[in-house]
Each structure stands twice: as C-alpha cells, then as structure tokens.
C-alpha cells in the first residue's frame, strides 16, 4: 500500500526547491522556519531519502530530490485543478432555487427589478418562483423547502410566529423576525382619503377628528399584530370599522377610490397613480409594514445562493446596502 501523500509537505518541497532558503521559503508558505522544516523532514520520511542537501551555508536538491522535482509540480497541479473543478461545482447547485413572491408583489418595482438581475447576473441558474401566500412562503422558508422570499409583512417575534404556524396560522402580513432579512422600505400603516373628504385636510390626521368615521378596515386574516392594534386603534379614536367583502389591501384602495371613504392603507401596495385619493399619516397609528427579502436559516448554502442574495441587497437605498 502506497503511503498517503500530504500535499502540504509537496507544497513545502517545491517552494524550498525554488528558493533555496529556509528563510524564505518559510514567508512564502506563511510558516515559521521549524513548521517548515518538519513539513520537510515528513516528506523524507515517507521517500526515505534525503531531499535536500544541506550545509551552513546552503541548500541544495539531492539527487533523489531532482528527480522527484518535475512529479511533485504535475502533481500539484492536477491538485489546484480538481479543488478549482470543485468550486465549480459548488456554485451549481444540484437542485432548482426556489424564490418566494407572493401574487400581489408582481405589481411592485421591486419585483420585476430582482427577476432582471437574476437574468442578466445568473443566467444559468435554475429557478422556480413561488407565488404561494406569504405565510405558506415563510413556513417553507422555516422548513427548508425555500430559498428566499419577496414579501410585504410587519415583523413579529419569532417564537410567537412559530406558535401561531403550529396554530390556526400566522398572518398573512407578519413574518418572523428570526431570519435573515433586507429590509427595502418600511413604512407606517396609514389612511387612503377620498380628495374631497373633511379628513383630507390634514397632514396628519388628528385622532379627534377621526371620532365617527368609517374606515375600511383590514381583515383579521393579515395577523393579530395588524388587525388588533389597528382595530384598538380605531375604538379608541370613536371611529368604526368597516370589513368590506374583500377586505385585502388592494381591495381597500379600491373601496376608498370607488365608494369615496376612508380605509386603512399599507404604503407598499399604494397606487403610483393616486388619482383623486391622498395618504395620510395618523396619530397613534404606528404600525409598520416592510416590503423585504427573508431567506432560510439553512447552515450550507451553494455560491449561488450568495450570489442571489447579493444581488437582492442591490435593492436596498444606496445608504444601507452592506
């Protein structure tokens, strides 16, 4: 049986064999002189002849050292080769991405701008977009099933999150505040007002002018942390809320446009046209929902994952990007 070769100590022979000089061979390897010289002393063993013949005032190849001289590069090489075949390989990973992006993010900037990066930065890469709700993409994300995910949500603690999943289910705008996330906008939860409503005249809608309004309100579906803080929020203000059939925030902007009342608006799913509708913020009203990217909480991660989540962090404002 052949003894197993160290390339280490290969690595030492052929930088020794270059300079000549302990000293200098030892920077090039990043050793001190004794590490190097072990390294060395190994490598005869194994030959069981001296490599190097050596005097106080120099260090020359032996014979035997000489003829394994040319080996020892080939062998070096086809090293550096396969370890570069083996990066290669990792940066492919042997399974398609999944990218989660709920239906409702296709209308965001955002959104488009990130599959354009994936196409022109990654154009080999195999992905699949799920357009699942945000709270079947988050528990893939837990699970592993996942990548990454595009979402609009307000972060919860993620130990209550894992509870209401286990539960009758988390909301359909809350994520979990435990995995990793690039936060693109956060913005406070505020109103949509008809141009011609009394509230309209406000730059901040004062809580004694909301007492007997009615406001188009989210549905409990989106998450305890948005529907009863917003729901309180309202009581306390004499105002009433309205769950219209649809009671999505799309649908809400829809309500305020066409049946000219007030609703409950997420900032991320706003119009670019604003029409005859203006926002407005809302004293005592400081929910916050964030447009982000999550990923996985998995250890092992391909190149390619990095690469994607690079390209995601390109999304950020130009002043917080890492």
Known sequence: MYPDVDIKAIRCFLALAQDLSFGRAAKRMNLTQ???????RKLEDQ?????????TRAVRLSPVGKALLDPARVFVAQADSFAAQLGAWRSKP??????????YTFELPEHGALLSAIARELPDMSLRVDNAFTNSLIEGLIKGAIDMAMVVAAPVPHERYLA???????GELEMPDGLARLTISSEPIGLAIPHEHPLARFDV?????LTGSVIAMLAPLHGRSLYGPISAWLTSCGATGFLPPEAHAFALER???EYRIPAISIAQ???RDHGNVVYRPAAGLSIRTELAVIRNDRKQRSAIEDRLWELA???LPPDIRP
């Open 269 to 271: 799913f706003r119009p």
């Open 34 to 40: 004794p590490s190097l010289s072990a390294q060395i």
């Open 255 to 257: 309500y305020c446009r």
């Open 164 to 170: 209401d999943m286990a539960g009758e289910g988390a």
């Open 94 to 103: 042997d399974r398609r991405i999944v990218l989660g992006a709920p239906i």
């Open 205 to 209: 809608v004062p809580i004694e002018a």
């Open 313 to 315: 962090a390109k999304l």
């Open 47 to 55: 030959v069981g002849h001296r490599l190097f013949e050596r005097t």
